[in-house]
């Protein structure tokens, strides 16, 4: 009497030598064959009857392991029991002939589902954005580590696991209406990136036709100039919330406003950047947008806020990053400010219940502000250049080529006196509030 097969067993037959295909019954199924192949090729068929006739129906080919093995019996099941409905049916003439077709559409679907799985896995979105930024965005870009943050999260955390080939248009559009909703002035970002990611993989012919093509950008504030500055009452009431955030965002946005640096340099402060005992911070090349190693002095109040920071233990290859006790700089800006403005806002209501929210701004405003305050004070505006590490304006062209002086003297007393502004705007006293934190500290 024959009995079920077991996947030992095929796998134990599919390796004899043969000359010619054999079947072998499988009692798990009614009329059921595995069928072995010379090459080593293992199949499953269905054997039946119909107007007195013997016929088959092969299911497919399938890898002897326990889960193809069941997957291709309950194939097998579906078609007997289609073939069964069509007798039962009364039309012997048609609807056996209709379920065998419909049984052999579906053994098609199953190997055409077998083979896609079998496909190269190059233009998976996940192992696209990995390529790309080892390929191009890091040897190319100064920013590049914004742009695999914001692939990662907002590309590879929707569509992992999914083929970019694979993806529309208008899933781009509606994911990109969804960043929208919660990150507004990063959304364009995000467009700019994943429209240079796209078309990289079209040059690298990983995909034929980039899904973003036809995607126009979502221009949160369409002709926005880029002219905001914020008033001494703005970086007062900016300050004062930043207090309320805590680690590590109320500190970094505090020293966005006493050094006029970017949002990514600071946050991906390092110690290893500071001189705390000579009040100077260098950043590297690589972490420069311009490329150009930057050598920032740090005012008195920037350094009381240093000092206040815990320090935390890491494994020596780690980056011993100031505001993340993990692997990587810290994340999550959008929601910061989203907190940063509730914080203003609840402060603004605190002396007026019907106070309206701050006019629309973006933390690079900070540093525009810093240039614009420093101006308001005397300060020259090649000093205030260099102070932001600017390239252009006063020296560009030529003038970039010749002029070498490196204001390292200008710098510091412009920050200096720039940090001493500061002070009076946020406190009147003289004296700056520092956030309080338990820890080690430096």
């Not at 995607?215 to 504030?221: A, D």
Request: proline share 6%; aromatic share 6%.
């Amino acid at each position: 009497m024959a009995k079920p097969l077991t996947v030992a067993a095929i796998k134990a037959k599919a390796q004899q030598p043969r000359a010619r295909a054999e079947e072998e019954q499988d009692a798990a199924v009614t009329g059921g064959r595995v069928q072995y192949w010379p090459s080593g090729a293992v199949s499953y068929l269905l054997r039946y009857r119909f107007k007195t006739k013997s016929k088959k129906l092969v299911i497919g080919k399938f890898n002897p392991d326990a889960n193809e093995l069941a997957e291709v019996r309950k194939k097998a099941r579906e078609a007997q029991n289609q073939l069964m409905e069509a007798r039962r049916g009364g039309d012997d003439a048609l609807d056996p002939v209709a379920a065998h077709k419909a049984a052999r559409e579906a053994a098609r679907a199953n190997r055409d589902k077998q083979q896609a799985a079998a496909r190269p896995t190059r233009d998976l979105v996940e192992r696209v954005v990995e390529d790309f930024m080892i390929l191009y965005a890091k040897p190319h870009t100064k920013d590049w580590r914004e742009t695999e943050r914001l692939l990662k999260k907002e590309i590879v955390g929707r569509w992992a696991g999914r083929r970019l080939s694979e993806i529309s248009s208008a899933e781009v559009r509606e994911a990109l209406r969804e960043v929208k909703a919660r990150a507004p002035i990063a959304v364009n970002r995000l467009h700019g990136r994943l429209r240079k990611l796209c078309n990289w993989a079209v040059e690298e012919e990983i995909i034929p036709v980039s899904p973003v093509e036809k995607v126009k950008p979502l221009t949160p504030e369409k002709g926005r100039a880029r002219e905001r500055a914020l008033s001494d009452e703005e970086m007062r009431l900016v300050w004062r919330a930043a207090e309320t955030l805590g680690f590590p965002f109320g500190p970094i946005f505090q020293l966005l406003i006493l050094t006029g640096q970017r949002r990514g340099e600071v946050g991906g402060m390092t110690w290893g950047e500071l001189d705390v005992a000579s009040a100077m911070w260098v950043i590297p090349p690589e972490r420069a947008k311009n490329g150009l190693r930057h050598s920032v002095p740090l005012a008195p109040p920037a350094i009381a806020i240093l000092k206040a920071q815990p320090r935390f233990e890491r494994a020596k290859s780690e980056a011993d990053w100031v505001f993340s006790p993990g692997a990587t700089a810290p994340s999550g800006f959008s929601r910061a400010r989203r907190r940063l403005d509730a914080a203003m806002l609840e402060l603004l209501r605190a002396a007026d219940p019907e106070a309206a929210p701050l006019p629309t701004w973006v933390v690079h405003d900070i540093r525009r502000s810093v240039a614009s305050g420093m101006a308001r004070l005397g300060i020259d505006l090649p000093v205030i250049e260099r102070c932001l590490n600017h390239i252009s304006g006063s020296f560009a062209g030529i003038v970039g080529v010749y002029q070498r002086h490196s204001f390292a003297e200008e710098m510091c007393a412009a920050l200096t006196r720039w940090g001493e502004h500061v002070e009076r705007v946020v406190t009147g006293s003289g004296e700056v509030k520092v956030i309080k934190l338990k820890g080690n500290r430096i």
